[in-house]
């Protein structure tokens, strides 16, 4: 572990969760990381810290409750406006820790949760990469999740998971799988909130996402009222950053310096 490195479980609006966080340049942004509906610090692997020292930038990487060594969820059922709720914890979050020249990285859920908080609490956010982001509900999304909910029945799925989330894993799975295929949450979406955010975006997108189409890409940045740029990767799927790791890693570097 580095010096200026906290791991530890924290308090916020009621939830314990797990945070890893490296503080070790004054001054310096923090880069956020904001995992999948699946993911978790662990599941990151390396990735969040070649970015933070290809940029020297701190890094502040957590689980959500539910998710990796933070406390359970009381429940699977979740509001429509969950997302929503987490963008409210991690505004808490960077608020307890003293953040305030966040750049967020969001993954898929993650991603909608940055874009989220970079709209309802800009003055903590200086910059938002989102990869994989929803904005709205699309059939691709829902026959991506449907194939998962077989997958989980029908392979080790819950196996390879539970080595990551612990006895969790079929809360979170349900959480996931039957919040968004639930009729009401067709409903969602965020795009009347793009327009709220005003610093420097960059949006990351396999053009071959199984879980999201371009129109997730175009509409955000078309929508957003700061400067926005998309890095769009051929043949690449919904987790650019472990299917092509250099590609997103430089594009994302790239941006980080630009600022």
């Not at 978790?40 to 539910?66: H, M, S």
């Not at 709205?136 to 829902?142: A, P």
Request: charged share 25%.
């Amino acid at each position: 572990m580095h010096q200026n490195t906290i791991e530890t479980q924290l308090s916020i609006n009621g939830k314990t969760l797990y945070i890893y966080f490296q503080n070790k340049y004054p001054d310096k942004p923090t880069l956020v990381f904001l995992h999948d509906s699946l993911g978790c610090v662990q599941l990151w692997r390396d990735f969040p810290e070649k970015l933070a020292e290809a940029t020297q930038c701190n890094l502040l990487i957590y689980d959500r409750l539910g998710y990796g060594k933070s406390d359970p969820m009381p429940t699977y059922e979740r509001p429509v406006a969950y997302l929503e709720e987490e963008a409210t914890v991690l505004n808490e979050l960077l608020a307890h820790l003293e953040i305030d020249q966040a750049i967020l990285f969001g993954h898929s859920d993650g991603g909608s949760i940055a874009l989220i908080t970079a709209s309802n609490y800009p003055k903590r956010v200086k910059a938002v990469i989102c990869e994989a982001a929803h904005i709205f509900v699309e059939e691709v999304t829902l026959k991506g999740i449907r194939e998962a909910m077989e997958a989980y029945t029908t392979t080790d799925l819950a196996v390879r998971l539970q080595k990551y989330h612990g006895d969790k894993v079929d809360m979170l799975f349900k959480a996931w799988t039957l919040t968004w295929t639930r009729a009401d949450f067709r409903s969602w979406n965020i795009e009347k909130l793009l327009p709220g955010i005003n610093c420097p975006l960059l949006f990351i997108q396999g053009e071959a996402d199984e879980y999201g189409t371009l129109k997730q890409v175009y509409k955000t940045i078309d929508s957003v009222s700061g400067r926005a740029e998309h890095y769009l990767i051929p043949e690449i799927g919904h987790t650019p950053h472990k299917e092509a790791p250099e590609l997103t890693l430089d594009a994302a570097k790239h941006f980080i310096v630009a600022l």
